[in-house]
Each structure stands twice: as C-alpha cells, then as structure tokens.
C-alpha cells in the first residue's frame, strides 16, 4: 500500500515537473522566460520584461525538491527598480502525504519580513489513478489540519 502511495504522489510530482519544464526560453507579451536547470530540475525561473532591445528583470521564481524530486516549495519575488533588488512577493510550499497533497500559500508580510500574509492551505486528494478528486481550503488555520486526521 505504500508503494501505490508513493507512486501516486510522485505521478503528480511528475506532471507539475513536466508542466515547469516545458521550455527553456520563451517570448510572449513582451516577456521573456530563462530557467536554470540542476540535475534535470528547474531551481530557479526568471521573467524579463523586453523593452525594445533592452530586458527588464521583472519576476523571479526559485524552486525546491524533497529527494525523490517532488516541488516541495516555490518562492516568487518581484523586481523593485527602486532600489534595484528582488522582493519577496509570495510563497506555496507542499506536502505530500497518504492520498492527498497539502498545499500552502503565504504572501510577504513587509513589517514582519516573513510568509505569514494571507494564508492559506489546500488539500487535495488522490483517487487511486493518483488524480485530484476532491479539495477543500483550510485559510491560515493549520491546526484544522491536524484536528482533521
């Protein structure tokens, strides 16, 4: 039974993977897509705005994996021009465990300098062809999670 669990999960680890990497440089809209790739994972994606011939760093995204590959964590900041450095914007993190995969999400809270800004989690969970069939949202409460089990 745990094996088919873990194939479950990391099936879905494989679809989110396949949709990360779908290219490794792209226009579109006056945007253009560079990803850095470490053992065959994106770590990092950076968007530019173009400007006539000019780029722009407009968004950063920075990707973490548990050892069997599976995202367990995406950070996205935004260029501020400013003062010439990336801001943290927001923040999901993810959870896999027995026929579900927890997701969080946090966005930057500027006075306290952490992810603790609108929070919330969702919780999907797997059919046995490893296929989100239900989810339900639990909103910056994380104990509910462990009230639900």
């Keep these: 039974m745990k094996t088919m669990n873990v194939f479950k999960a990391l099936a879905l680890a494989v679809i989110t993977l396949v949709n990360l990497l779908n290219t490794q440089a792209m226009a579109q809209d006056n945007f253009i897509t560079n990803e850095e790739v470490k053992n065959n994972l994106v770590v990092s994606r ?6 006539g011939n000019y780029l722009h760093n407009h968004m950063r995204y920075e990707f973490a994996y548990d050892e069997q590959n599976r995202l367990i964590n995406k950070t996205a900041s935004k260029w501020d021009g400013t003062v010439d450095k990336w801001i943290p914007y927001f923040q999901m993190t993810y959870r ?27 919780v999907y969970e ?24």
């Design 96 to 122: 896999y465990e027995a026929n579900e995969v927890i997701m969080s999400y946090a966005r930057w809270n500027e006075s306290q300098e952490t992810f603790s800004k609108d929070k919330k989690e969702t």
């Design 46 to 51: 950076t968007i530019y705005k173009q400007d």
């Design 126 to 149: 797997l059919n046995e062809n490893n296929i989100p069939v239900a989810c339900h949202q639990v909103t910056g409460i994380p104990a509910l999670i462990a009230e639900r089990r």
